[in-house]
């Protein structure tokens, strides 16, 4: 298994570029969450989904869009990025409940200019 | 949402114990209490869990007391490697895990 995984690793963005952000499970896990974290802060949800075509809005998702097309993959797209979006974001899966554990991703490393 | 408290930071030296304290004053009754790790470039590990008492793993023990307002984790005999910022986090009740990541703990390990 590997796990969750994320491309690109590291990206450098342009005000006002758009881009998606890839993540993917192999565990045949029905949740899956975006998180950006910024420097020396805590992960702040930006979108969650409890299962392929059911999304929903988390702590920050303004400027974000996700959709769940597959049980597997879970993409986030940047609309038109800003500087503020500049931060490291994880995606993260886990089998559908709190007492589940939550698997992360390596996360994807955004500077955008 | 139970919101948690923790401490900001915390040093320690290889050997000793470490108890990290959260405070969840309005934890729900469905809530389970979970910790995660998090190293510096990674996505955050998950450590230990529980809902009452006493949970213990091969990583770390996790004490909950009865009015469930607060729980400790304790990690033994720590080592360099064990320096990390350790996030406490309560469960919403109700259905969808939407898990609220605070700032963490940051915890320091000195030769």
């Known amino acids: 298994n590997a796990g969750v995984t994320q491309t690109p690793k590291f990206q450098v963005l342009k005000t006002g570029q758009s881009m998606t952000l890839q993540c993917a499970q192999d565990m045949n896990h029905e949740y899956m969450s975006w998180y950006r974290q910024d420097p020396g802060m805590g992960l702040r949800l930006i979108h969650y989904?409890?299962?392929?075509?059911?999304?929903d809005q988390g702590e920050v998702p303004n400027g974000y869009n996700v959709s769940r097309s597959t049980t597997e993959d879970f993409p986030l797209r940047l609309l038109s990025a800003a500087p503020s979006q500049t931060s490291v974001y994880f995606c993260?899966?886990?089998?559908?409940?709190?007492?589940?554990?939550?698997?992360f991703g390596p996360g994807t490393r955004l500077l955008v200019l | 949402l139970a919101k948690t408290t923790q401490p900001i930071s915390m040093d320690s030296y290889e050997g000793q114990e470490v108890n990290i304290t959260c405070s969840h004053n309005?934890?729900?009754?469905?809530?389970?209490i979970t910790w995660y790790q998090q190293f510096p470039s990674q996505g955050p590990r998950f450590i230990i869990q529980?809902?009452?008492t006493k949970v213990t793993n091969e990583v770390a023990s996790l004490f909950i007391p009865a009015d469930r307002k607060s729980s400790t984790l304790s990690l033994p005999r720590v080592s360099l490697s064990d320096t990390a910022v350790y996030y406490c986090l309560v469960g919403e009740s109700g259905g969808y895990n939407k898990l609220i990541f605070g700032a963490g703990t940051r915890l320091a390990v000195h030769p």
């Open positions: 529980g809902y009452k």
């Open positions: 993260a899966s886990s089998s559908g409940t709190l007492q589940e554990t939550q698997y």
């Open positions: 989904s409890v299962g392929a075509g059911i999304t």
């Open positions: 309005n934890i729900a009754t469905n809530d389970y």
